[in-house]
């Protein structure tokens, strides 16, 4: 259990990153989170769907797609 809530965390964290820097990954899901063995590393992968936004144009137009 204790390495679950890790685990959620480390997700949330990298979750906090990409949508710091205005991108939404737009399919996550376990087939696209990497954990290590012993749980010390969590990656996200899979960008191929991921969105950059363009903060003027959502903030003038709100998010189309």
């Not at 969590?42 to 003027?56: A, G, I, P, R, Y």
Request: with cysteine; hydrophobic share 30%.
């Amino acid at each position: 259990k204790k390495s679950s809530v890790l685990i959620a965390k480390k997700i949330t964290s990298g979750l906090h990153n990409i949508h710091s820097n205005n991108i939404l990954h737009r399919d996550l899901s376990s087939s696209n989170i990497l954990i290590s063995s012993c749980c010390s590393f969590v990656k996200l992968c899979d960008f191929n769907t991921s969105k950059h936004l363009e903060l003027h144009n959502l903030m003038k137009n709100g998010d189309q797609n």
